[in-house]
């Protein structure tokens, strides 16, 4: 068993950054991938970034250039640095690992972020 914790969310105005912060416990030797998926009002959640145990990274096209994903492997802690944010950008955010032996997902309970104009 994994959990997540996160925070960081909050309101911002277009233009203004944020940084999400997810820590896990538990079972953290399993852990393979960490990352964020976000889910606006009305629509899918979607992926945002992750980042392997080996350091490759993945980034949805809409964030590309805006967003950073890192990890503390000393803290069990995975990061989302969120520059330039845009209304698009609202929703909730929540941190996700897949773990493997055995394999499974976990989420995190959400974080909100406003990008208000």
């Known amino acids: 068993q994994v959990q997540l914790v996160e925070s960081g969310g909050g309101l911002v105005q277009t233009g203004g950054s944020l940084t999400l912060s997810c820590t896990a416990s538990?079972?953290?030797?399993?852990?393979?991938?960490m990352g964020w998926y976000r889910q606006a009002p009305g629509k899918q959640r979607e992926m945002v970034a992750i980042?392997?145990?080996?350091?490759?990274?993945n980034y949805a096209d809409s964030v590309k250039g805006r967003f950073t994903i890192s990890r503390d492997s000393a803290k069990n802690t995975v990061y989302l640095l969120m520059n330039s944010l845009k209304a698009e950008d609202t929703g909730d955010y929540f941190c996700?690992?897949?773990?493997?032996?055995?394999?499974?997902?976990?989420w995190g309970q959400g974080t909100q972020v406003t990008v208000s104009s």
């Open positions: 996700y690992v897949f773990s493997v032996l055995p394999s499974r997902n976990y």
């Open positions: 980042i392997l145990n080996s350091g490759g990274r």
């Open positions: 538990g079972s953290i030797s399993s852990i393979h991938i």
